[in-house]
């Protein structure tokens, strides 16, 4: 399985991106797919994952900005971030995980894609 995500960029506070990840190689009929982020210097962080029953789990620093969606006909999941803050800025990464994974997330070990930055000035 192959994630490829797209949509980083440079962003003012209080700004908007979206975030696409499209996953190829594979089918899986019970998957979570969702988004962590890794600023310099820290690791990497849960931001928000969707099952493909529909179910979504949040960080609470983002839980009221950002929206998880997905297009499972099509393996593909967004982030919609609005309200960008300067600590948003991070490459952010697309993973994929068989079953569910709804309260735990993925895991090192699962499918990643290769990160896309978000830099938001100040």
């Known amino acids: 399985v192959q994630l490829q995500a797209s949509g980083g960029g440079l962003v003012q506070t209080g700004g908007s991106l979206r975030l696409s990840c499209a996953a190829s190689?594979?089918?899986?009929?019970?998957?979570?797919m969702g988004w962590y982020r890794q600023a310099p210097g820290d690791q990497r962080d849960l931001v928000a994952v969707?099952?493909?029953?529909?179910?979504?789990n949040y960080a609470g620093s983002v839980k009221v900005r950002f929206t998880i969606s997905r297009d499972n006909a099509k393996n593909v999941v967004f982030l919609q971030m609005n309200s960008l803050k300067p600590e948003d800025t991070a490459v952010y990464y697309c993973c994929l995980r068989v079953g569910n994974g709804l309260f735990t997330g993925c895991r090192p070990n699962d499918f990643w894609g290769q990160g896309t930055l978000v830099t938001v000035s100040s």
């Open positions: 969707a099952t493909s029953g529909g179910a979504t």
């Open positions: 190689g594979g089918t899986f009929s019970v998957n979570t």
